[in-house]
């Protein structure tokens, strides 16, 4: 049984470049959640997902920032006209459900804006 | 928001000596998650529990939840155990139970 599944693991963008990022959750699971590392800090709460529905959003910044998960494809977060402060590490977890349920996490993506 | 305290923030210890992690947080909640990750590495998940004592090989967890408090255990540690161990709880005992708040992270470094 794969766990979450995350790619790109590594992503170069120049600043004003758009960052599209995907998470495939374990099989079973319809709940994302996408949390960013930003460097030498903890992780925050960015989004959550269910299949087609923003469920949270209150972890994103108001602007450039975008996250859906369709009904068939993975979880893909979109960041606009990327600036240097976007540089982190995203991770994205994936539940069975929601509410206090186990969350998996995939192995991240680490963005690099030059 | 549920204030999370980690400590310590760095241990170091030899190969087979007993690790203690602790993890205090503000609100009262229904579980406690424990996270580990390696430098440079994705995000294991250790543990999630809401009373009591977990136990997976050579780690233990337990919480003590009208104290607050949470600890992360490891047994005869070994250098593979190098790692940032991070305490994450949502932000009360109610809903919106997936909204983490995450520790600032434990490094621990095993010597051999």
């Known amino acids: 049984n794969a766990g979450v599944m995350q790619n790109p693991r590594h992503l170069v963008r120049r600043r004003g470049q758009e960052a599209r990022l995907r998470c495939s959750p374990m099989?079973?699971?319809?709940?994302v959640y996408w949390y960013r590392q930003l460097p030498e800090e903890g992780l925050k709460f960015m989004v959550y997902?269910?299949?087609?529905?923003?469920?949270?959003e209150s972890g994103m910044p108001k602007e450039r920032f975008s996250a859906e998960f369709p009904k068939e494809g993975p979880s893909i977060l979109r960041i606009q006209q990327v600036v240097r402060g976007d540089s982190a590490a995203y991770f994205c977890?994936?539940?069975?459900?929601?509410?206090?349920?186990?969350?998996?996490f995939g192995p991240g993506t680490r963005l690099t804006v030059t | 928001k549920n204030e999370v305290e980690q400590s310590p923030q760095n241990l170091t210890a030899q190969e087979g000596e007993f690790i203690t992690i602790n993890c205090s947080y503000s609100?009262?909640?229904?579980?406690l998650h424990w996270l580990q990750q390696h430098p440079g590495g994705g995000i294991v998940s250790l543990f999630m529990?809401?009373?009591g004592k977990k136990k997976h090989g050579r780690l233990i967890a337990t919480i003590n939840i009208q104290e607050k408090h949470s600890s992360l255990h490891i047994t005869a540690s070994h250098p593979r155990d190098s790692a940032v161990y991070i305490c994450?709880?949502?932000?009360?005992?109610?809903?919106?139970?997936?909204?983490?708040?995450f520790g600032k992270g434990t490094l621990l470094t095993v010597n051999p």
């Open positions: 977890a994936s539940s069975r459900a929601g509410g206090l349920y186990e969350q998996y």
């Open positions: 099989k079973g699971h319809s709940h």
């Open positions: 997902l269910q299949k087609e529905n923003i469920i949270d």
């Open positions: 609100v009262g909640i229904s579980a």
């Open positions: 529990l809401s009373s």
């Open positions: 994450a709880v949502p932000p009360n005992s109610g809903g919106s139970n997936y909204k983490l708040t």
